[in-house]
């Protein structure tokens, strides 16, 4: 059974600064995808980020990316100058490789920006 | 492009009650997945629709069902509420297998939730 885990329950980072969210995973299938996911207050799941078990380049998108090490089974999502909207629950979540949209989330950790 | 839509955001009901929830995804995706938020057991998948048929289904007991009109809109439903059935119910969206190619399009959008108390 596919499993995530993020080891970290909560991260306090300095605004401007970098922070790493880790993110462990296990899964026998050779096809995946990884994602990570952005819940502030208001509840509302937002897409940050995309791996690919393929994907040979670790995923940017703006100030995330994704620090991708498929033998260590790790897909540690990395936040560039930390903003205070910054400030949320952030989960790891991985789907199945073998078709569907079935997404397996990690417990999350929760993420505060200090000013 | 308008994003996923959940209606109604906030329910409040009584144990042995019942409920739907409707989900409109994102125009052209024609997946829908439910999801159950909850403090103790974190996110977890109650069923995903595509081409009005359940596809895949998570570990939730027949109280628990689901279906999709031929829009792609999906309603879930709850019957003989439990006060353990407390919850985020969060729908999200993707674009069909089929199209499916590797990166962005593979991914799923979430609505907003709907936040369901039975008391």
Redesign the interface.
């Known amino acids: 059974a596919q499993k995530i885990t993020q080891t970290q329950p909560g991260m306090f980072v300095q605004e401007k600064e970098a922070v790493t969210l880790d993110c462990t995973y296990d899964t026998s299938d050779q096809s995946y995808g990884l994602f990570w996911y952005k819940q502030p207050s208001s509840g509302e799941m937002i897409f940050l980020i995309y791996q690919g078990s393929y994907d040979e380049q670790n995923a940017t998108e703006g100030r995330y990316s994704l620090n991708f090490q498929k033998a260590r089974k790790s897909a540690n999502l990395v936040i560039s100058a930390s903003q205070l909207g910054d400030s949320a629950m952030y989960f790891c979540a991985m789907r199945e490789g073998k078709g569907g949209n079935k997404l397996v989330f990690g417990a999350g950790t929760i993420l505060r920006v200090k000013s | 492009k308008a994003g996923v839509t959940q209606t109604p955001r906030y329910l409040i009901k009584t144990r042995g009650q019942q409920v739907t929830l409707s989900c409109s995804p994102i125009s052209g995706h024609r ?1 829908v ?1 439910w ?1 159950q938020q909850t403090p103790g057991q ?4 109650l069923f ?1 629709y595509f081409s009005e048929t359940q ?2 289904k ?1 570990n939730f007991p027949g109280r628990f069902s689901g279906r999709q009109f031929s829009n792609s809109r999906s309603e879930m439903n709850v019957s003989t509420l439990e006060l353990g059935d407390s919850a ?1 119910y ?1 729908c ?1 969206s ?1 674009l069909e ?1 089929a199209r499916r190619l ?3 399009t ?8 709907t ?1 369901l108390t039975v008391l």
């Open positions: 997946s997945s999801y974190g996110l977890q998948f995903e596809r895949n998570g985020l969060l999200a993707s297998p590797a990166g962005r593979d991914t799923q959008y979430f609505g907003p939730g936040r």
